[in-house]
């Protein structure tokens, strides 16, 4: 389904500025003429995902410039299918005019590279920068809350049935980073999937399970207002956002697990376009009004560009493809 949200665009220089790029078989006209550019996203409308990436969109297109009077429309299109695969594919076969951007969220895109076998995925696209960062966080019920991570670890060790640990759906980034804490812990945990992190952070809600693995804007509310207890933030240092809650590097548990968001292009958009859109995401990114509304929703403006963030991905799916031989998160490379 596709969302209509109109920005008006104004401050940096205008895509209209930008040379024409040939049409070549398609009838997309080049990105200057465009009276709306269409940014992908691979979840759906409800989703976490879809949250942030709307309130990205709003600060990204008053950056753009102006190109046609009365602004220019950012179409958000949710393309849930394949846990991202299926925007990522997408994305890549788009017209390279700058017409069509992807929402991408790391590690997700070197998970896909993994699971359903497609080395591809990164080779259609080009990263533009990243824009957001949020850590994962371990909660647990706050009418019975478990003391801490090293706590469900050792619980698990003698039982683990007796200690669910709640997870969105396999793949996901909480999902993975509950497999890392697995093999660091050296013990079985009894990871639970759910079809979503809405249902997962129900499940913690209720008590059904004893504690769950979320990116932090899931369930920041709930921490806040008493909920749920944070048991566990996976990162090397404390952070503002929650700064009582206790870090699991300095528990003893080197486990620093984040969720990345940012856009890319197919892999033929021209230098120019890219680089105008690189320079919107970054002026997003230390858009003081962007980093206020990102830490009160659970995350934080953090940019880095294509490079670094490719660099980073890269180390990430490294790690991942380990994991993928011991604990592939799939019954299959298909599912």
């Not at 969220?105 to 824009?131: F, H, K, M, W, Y």
């Not at 504690?211 to 404390?238: F, N």
């Amino acid at each position: 389904m596709t969302v209509r949200r109109r920005i008006l665009l104004a401050g940096l220089p205008a895509l209209a500025a930008l040379p024409a790029v040939a049409p070549a078989q398609t009838d997309v006209p080049p990105v200057h003429l465009r009276r709306s550019i269409t940014m992908l996203v691979g979840a759906t409308e409800v989703s976490e995902t879809a949250k942030v990436a709307r309130q990205f969109a709003g600060f990204f297109g008053a950056r753009l410039g102006a190109p046609m009077p009365g602004g220019v429309q950012v179409d958000i299109r949710y393309l849930p299918g394949e846990s991202g695969r299926a925007m990522l594919t997408a994305l890549g076969d788009a017209f390279p005019s700058g017409a069509t951007i992807g929402w991408v969220v790391t590690p997700s895109l070197a998970a896909r590279i993994i699971d359903r076998e497609d080395p591809g995925l990164i080779q259609r696209i080009q990263l533009i920068g990243q824009v957001e960062r949020e850590p994962i966080a371990f909660v647990s019920p706050s009418s019975d809350p478990a003391n801490s991570v090293a706590d469900i670890i050792q619980r698990a060790g003698a039982d683990a049935d007796a200690v669910p640990l709640a997870t969105p759906p396999a793949g996901s980034p909480p999902h993975l980073a509950a497999l890392r804490l697995q093999v660091l812990a050296q013990t079985r945990l009894n990871i639970v999937t759910f079809p979503s992190a809405a249902a997962a952070r129900q499940a913690v809600l209720a008590a059904n399970v004893s504690a769950a693995a979320l990116g932090l804007s899931t369930i920041i509310g709930d921490v806040r207002d008493g909920s749920l207890t944070a048991i566990g933030i996976a990162a090397k240092r404390r952070f503002g956002l929650l700064p009582d809650a206790p870090i699991l590097d300095e528990a003893g548990i080197p486990l620093a697990a984040f969720i990345r968001r940012g856009l890319a292009v197919p892999a033929a958009t021209p230098g120019d376009i890219a680089a105008t859109l690189a320079d919107a995401v970054r002026a997003v990114a230390e858009d003081e009004a962007f980093s206020r509304q990102a830490e009160d929703n659970g995350y934080y403006a953090a940019w880095a560009d294509a490079a670094a963030w490719r660099a980073q991905m890269d180390t990430e799916q490294a790690a991942l493809a380990k994991l993928w031989e011991t604990d592939p998160w799939l019954s299959s490379s298909g599912g």
